[in-house]
């Protein structure tokens, strides 16, 4: 019983050490480029939930990051078509993806930073990107990894 006494309490410990990151859509029917039927609307703000989730890893611990995303452009221009699905095309114009963002980055309850940021990458398809051609979100993900490592956990340099 007193093992199990003592997991518990290391645990709750331990998770008071974790870092976090949340995400949260301000009306996002109201987006710029999303998709326009509900249900893919939905997967992409979840893709875009998932990657958010994946910061935590990223950020020290005890440190929590929240944000809300306010506007989504996504890279490229989304084409009806009368049968089926829209499709994205992109072009490498004026085409490039942009998320308008507010966050705050906490410790213990302190606010380290915060923002309101307008993120883009106008030459997203000159660069070198680690996300696979399949997935949906590279351009935005790659945007988004620049922006983190610049802003929110920025490398020290090397002395």
Avoid: C
């Avoid at 990657?51 to 009806?80: C, H, M, S």
């Avoid at 988004?144 to 340099?157: G, R, T």
């Amino acid at each position: 019983m007193t093992k199990s006494m003592l997991a518990a309490a290391v645990l709750l410990a331990s998770a008071a050490a974790w870092a976090d990151v949340s995400v949260t859509f301000v009306k996002p029917e109201e987006f710029a480029d999303v998709p326009r039927n509900s249900i893919d609307r939905d997967r992409t703000l979840k893709d875009f939930s998932d990657y958010f989730a994946t910061l935590n890893k990223k950020l020290p611990a005890g440190q929590n990051l929240k944000v809300e995303i306010l506007d989504i452009d996504l890279a490229g221009r989304l084409w009806p078509r009368r049968t089926g699905d829209d499709i994205r095309v992109m072009n490498g114009g004026a085409d490039w993806p942009h998320i308008h963002l507010r966050y705050t980055l906490e410790q213990n309850g302190q606010v380290l930073r915060s923002g309101d940021e307008h993120i883009s990458n106008m030459m997203y398809q000159q660069r070198i990107n680690r996300y696979s051609d399949g997935d949906p979100l590279r351009y935005e993900k790659q945007m988004l990894d620049e922006w983190f490592d610049k802003n929110i956990v920025p490398k020290v340099a090397a002395r």
